[in-house]
């Protein structure tokens, strides 16, 4: 018995041991992926990282060794439920293979944990720290790094103190029976509060990018692959941008050989937005002339080195659109006629049957088959695939979660570049890296929230995922699944029929435009109108007469 109990023992530990071994792995991974991602993004200048003091170096590395971890995290939150489906999957399929015995609930069940755990750490402490770490200048009376770190955790203290008090005050208002000092000292019931609060918001925040994601993935597959003959003309393109070439190498040549400031005739065509100079490229080589400052110079109205700047820099982007153009002239007619074609139609198949899938989700719901995804029993994986297809269902669920997952990341990207938040590479401050971390780790972690509302999977939310009390409300999953549906069939409608709809219109209007029409003016308006046209102009030409012949007076009384 006892030799029982010592082998029981001893596997457990070396389960345990196993699986702290593989999250290890797995977190390293995570951990080297995201921290290229960011070391391609990240501002590299005197002002952040190259800079002389030693102490501004350390903060930042920290910093930046805080946000690499939270990206690693939010990564992780996105790969949960695809690989634990994949898991469960391979789990039926190969049942009593050598190779996969270390692939078990046990092991999925901690990698849901630790995903949840990290998570809360990330979003209420090691990115806030970061940010004020970075921020901070230290007490005048303890100075050096260790000031900087009293400082940071002292207002981050505060912060935590508002944070827990207004949990406390949402938590009492929404349930009620919260107000005794118990409830106000058991601090740590409020951290799964707060994280089911940021989750909702996150889910908020999906509800709205999904579904512009899902139109905006069509025109950024149709700009990366090359669409056929029909719908693009290369050739066009090509020649418009060499005949560009051409004529800004000739304004350069002109503008280097006679020093002129202004280019003269200037061009008929009216000046696109692109044609404008950089306000620092906006400045004049005489003292009359005076700066402009707070706004783009046209092109065309600078002067000398600013000409020329201004030349070279819209040369270099006309450069790289035409061998941009060049390159996709040469690709095969097989990938125009055959890929571009198939990668729309799979985009549309797969939109088409997650919405399908969201409807059965809410018939189901209304009739009472499927209960509201709060989930609270043990999951054991390998037991019955998840899907009535097998698994090339399953298969199709996961694709189906990173296919959501890639809609929200293209639809968050939108309302992003409009207010030019967006990372670009080497040039991304660390502030700014530290708020779009927090913005992925918010979307990353409600995005399994946001598959099981959908119905997406049958896959139980694990741990902590599945105990977030919203989830438990009927009339909130189904308005939401409701809305969703809803918003992307119009965005698809409207993607689809837009020029219909346009072309229609402006046949509608011209049509209006001809039964309106105003009708022609009889010959005594014609004569009226003609004869003040021609009373106007001799009354213009007189004064212009009185005005010359008053200039030439003045002029011959200054000659004597």
Same mark, same amino acid.
């Given at each position: ?15 345990? $041991?196993? &699986?702290?071994? !593989?999250? +290890?792995? =797995?977190?390293?991974?995570?951990? /080297?992926?995201?921290?290229?991602? #960011? ?109 900087? $770190?009293? &400082?940071?955790? !002292?207002? +981050?203290? =505060?912060?935590?103190?508002?944070? /827990?008090?207004?949990?406390?005050? #949402? ?390």
């Amino acid at each position: 018995m006892d030799d029982e109990e010592a082998d029981l023992r001893e596997q457990i530990f070396h389960n345990n $041991v196993r &699986e702290q071994i !593989i999250f +290890l792995l =797995l977190f390293i991974l995570l951990y /080297l992926f995201s921290f290229m991602l #960011i070391e391609k993004f990240r501002r590299r200048d005197s002002e952040d990282y190259f800079t002389a003091d030693e102490e501004e170096v350390k903060v930042y590395r920290i910093s930046l060794w805080l946000c690499t971890f939270a990206l690693a995290v939010s990564l992780g939150s996105a790969l949960l439920l695809p690989v634990s489906i994949v898991s469960n999957e391979v789990l039926i399929l190969y049942p009593n293979s050598y190779y996969v015995k270390w692939l078990n609930s046990s092991l999925i069940q901690g990698l849901w944990n630790h995903v949840f755990l990290f998570s809360n750490l990330s979003l209420f402490v090691f990115l806030p720290f970061a940010y004020l770490f970075s921020e901070s200048t230290g007490f005048p009376g303890c100075r050096g790094l260790k000031g900087r $770190v009293y &400082e940071t955790c !002292i207002v +981050l203290g =505060l912060l935590g103190i508002a944070m /827990l008090g207004m949990a406390y005050v #949402i938590s009492a208002w929404l349930k009620g029976d919260r107000s005794g000092i118990d409830a106000l000292l058991n601090l740590w019931t409020y951290l799964p509060f707060l994280y089911s609060c940021v989750s909702f918001v996150g889910v908020l925040m999906l509800l709205v990018f999904t579904p512009l994601g899902f139109v905006r993935l069509f025109g950024v597959v149709g700009g990366v692959l090359v669409k056929p003959r029909f719908l693009r003309d290369l050739n066009e393109e090509y020649y418009v941008y060499s005949l560009e070439e051409d004529t800004l190498r000739r304004r350069i040549n002109n503008s280097i050989a006679t020093g002129g400031g202004y280019i003269s005739p200037e061009p008929m065509y009216p000046e696109r937005g692109e044609v404008s100079a950089p306000v620092e490229l906006s400045f004049s080589t005489t003292k009359e002339t005076p700066v402009f400052q707070g706004k783009d110079v046209p092109l065309l109205r600078l002067r000398n080195g600013a000409l020329q700047a201004g030349l070279n820099e819209r040369l270099h982007r006309v450069v790289t659109k035409r061998k941009e153009v060049e390159e996709k002239r040469n690709t095969s007619s097989l990938q125009r006629n055959v890929v571009y074609p198939l990668a729309m139609l799979l985009l549309l198949a797969l939109t088409t049957i997650t919405v399908l899938m969201v409807l059965q989700n809410i018939l189901e719901l209304l009739i009472g088959i499927k209960a509201v995804p709060l989930s609270t029993r043990q999951f054991t994986l390998g037991i019955a695939s998840l899907s009535k297809l097998g698994w090339a269902g399953a298969t199709l669920e996961a694709f189906l979660i990173l296919y959501l997952h890639a809609a929200s990341l293209t639809g968050l990207s939108t309302p992003m570049g409009a207010l030019r938040l967006l990372p670009r590479a080497r040039r991304t401050p660390l502030t700014r890296i530290i708020a779009l971390c927090a913005l992925l780790l918010a979307h990353s972690t409600a995005q399994p929230l946001l598959v099981k509302i959908l119905g997406i999977t049958n896959f139980d939310l694990l741990g902590e995922f599945g105990r977030i009390e919203w989830l438990g409300n009927f009339k909130l999953v189904l308005l939401y699944n409701a809305i969703f549906a809803a918003t992307v069939s119009l965005c698809l409608i409207n993607k689809f029929t837009a020029s219909v709809r346009r072309e229609l219109y402006n046949r509608f209007k011209w049509l209006m435009d001809i039964f309106t029409a105003p009708e022609e003016p009889s010959p005594t308006a014609r004569l009226i109108s003609r004869a003040s046209i021609d009373r106007s102009f001799v009354i213009d030409k007189r004064d212009k007469t009185d005005s010359n012949e008053e200039t030439f007076v003045n002029e011959d009384i200054s000659k004597k």
